[in-house]
């Protein structure tokens, strides 16, 4: 889904770095959210938002922090990386809308290793 | 905190047969709960959903159950075919946060 970009694709870096990994979308949401996927762990969520002025950290924060630029924008910082947020990220957005919860449309991913 | 557990990790089926997988989770107040595919490489997609006022939904070969009583859901793929080869992840989330829970997902592999 074009829609939704992220950059870069794939980043290496190494322990103590500072990286932010970046995530557009041209769909209107409101609502976008930071995952990261691990092998045999699934998606975990790291922050969402449901507008610029409203941010939350999801259920593995710690380490991270993220930014609103715009409704389109929304950034995710590791300060200080380590080894073991090697992982993939996805950025995710959604629409609000009168139902509960509604689909998440994915980004490309991220591919980040930190040695 | 909220937990959904998914089972299997790994399913194996000849092209043709049926395919299910089970997910159950822990907090009775959720109400809604998609099904992702993810194909090698690529990003999640949805690829149905069923909310809570329902027991099944079907989109053609594809249907998701839902059984309340049990705290279970499962998705069932008929007639599976090469395509269907990706990993599979359930989630499930509640009203009053409106986060989706994740299951660890399931590879499914179509074998000739």
């Known amino acids: 889904d074009a829609d939704v970009t992220q950059t870069p694709r794939n980043r290496i870096t190494k322990t103590g770095k500072r990286i932010m990994l970046e995530c557009s979308q041209t769909?209107?949401?409101?609502?976008m959210y930071w995952y990261r996927q691990d092998p045999g762990l699934g998606l975990r969520l790291i922050y969402y938002s449901f507008d610029v002025k409203d941010i939350n950290k999801g259920e593995i924060s710690d380490g991270y922090s993220v930014s609103r630029q715009a409704q389109a924008k929304f950034s995710l910082s590791l300060e200080s990386a380590i080894p073991n947020q090697t992982a993939l990220y996805f950025c995710a957005t959604s629409e609000t809308t009168t139902a509960t919860t509604d689909t998440q449309y994915f980004g490309p991913g991220t591919r980040l290793t930190v040695l | 905190g909220e937990n959904v557990e998914q089972h299997p990790s790994t399913l194996s089926v000849q092209e043709g047969d049926s395919a299910v997988i089970k997910c159950t989770y822990s907090?009775?107040?959720?109400?809604?709960f998609p099904w992702y595919k993810q194909e090698l490489g690529k990003r999640p997609q949805l690829i149905i959903d069923i909310r809570s006022n329902v027991g099944e939904k079907k989109d053609q070969r594809i249907a998701v159950t839902l059984n309340k009583t049990a705290k279970h859901f499962s998705l069932h793929i008929t007639e599976t075919q090469p395509e269907d080869s990706a990993v599979y992840f359930c989630a499930a989330s509640k009203n009053s946060n409106y986060q989706l829970i994740w299951g660890a997902g399931t590879k499914l592999i179509i074998k000739p």
């Open positions: 907090d009775s107040a959720s109400n809604y």
């Open positions: 769909k209107g949401h409101d609502r």
